[in-house]
């Protein structure tokens, strides 16, 4: 069954970084995600494809403080220099044949 | 500009039907799929079903099959997802997203989602 895996919660703090984990369940260690971000009372918006060699393909106008690594089965997001409204949801998203998936979501507080 | 632009919120009674709507522009529809998405309060995101732009052809997730149902107007460039009973729990932010036709099925684009209230 195809899964992704995402902590509940992370923190940093106003202009440090962090770096979130989307896991892929075990016998799908080699497929692309991609994030996506929501802020509090908004739609969700498209920040990053990132593939299995963690090259990743970013969307329209998304910062370069925003950036994508793969290891393994695990998939990253990393936030640099932290701005205040980089607080928000944010869920990875996979797919395989004509089947799509969500992670649970990650909410990041900017402390 | 690629745009989504949805219809806008309803409020509904149990049992009634209901139809909502996404309006495609600014791409080659012909290249995207459409899914549905919804998001209960508070909760995170789920797959509802996607359509085919060329054959229109619809894949629905196991947890929605024989709940919703999916179509489009290529003519007028509109995805519809639609209920015939609706349910309190229903209740929900419905959001429309693209993705590409092909291998890679990142959803690229939302619209900017519809606030479906199922309430007696």
């Known amino acids: 069954q195809l899964v992704l895996t995402q902590s509940p919660s992370a923190s940093a703090s106003l202009g440090a970084s962090v770096k979130l984990t989307c896991t892929l369940s075990s016998e799908h260690s080699n497929y692309a995600i991609a994030w996506h971000q929501q802020q509090v009372e908004k739609g969700p918006r498209y920040l990053m494809k990132v593939n299995n060699d963690g090259s990743h393909t970013k969307g329209d106008g998304i910062p370069d403080r925003f950036s994508g690594s793969s290891s393994g089965a695990e998939r990253y997001l990393i936030i640099s220099s932290l701005q205040s409204d980089d607080e928000a949801d944010y869920y990875c998203?996979?797919?395989?044949?004509?089947?799509?998936?969500f992670g649970s979501g990650t909410k990041v507080t900017v402390l | 500009e690629v745009q989504l632009v949805q219809s806008g919120a309803e409020v509904k009674k149990p049992g009634e039907s209901l139809r909502i709507s996404c309006q495609e522009s600014?791409?080659?529809?012909?290249?995207?799929?459409i899914s549905w998405v919804r998001q209960k309060p508070g909760k995170g995101l789920e797959w509802m079903g996607r359509?085919?732009?060329?054959?229109?052809?619809?894949n629905y997730s196991p947890s929605f099959q024989g709940h919703v149902t999916i179509s489009r107007d290529k003519s007028i460039s509109k995805v519809y997802l639609q209920w015939r009973s609706l349910k309190a729990s229903d209740t929900a932010m419905y959001y429309c997203a693209r993705h590409p036709r092909g291998q890679s099925g990142h959803f690229d684009h939302w619209g900017q989602g519809t606030l479906v209230t199922v309430s007696s």
């Open positions: 359509i085919d732009p060329i054959d229109s052809k619809i």
């Open positions: 600014g791409y080659n529809l012909n290249n995207y799929y």
């Open positions: 998203q996979t797919w395989d044949t004509g089947l799509y998936v």
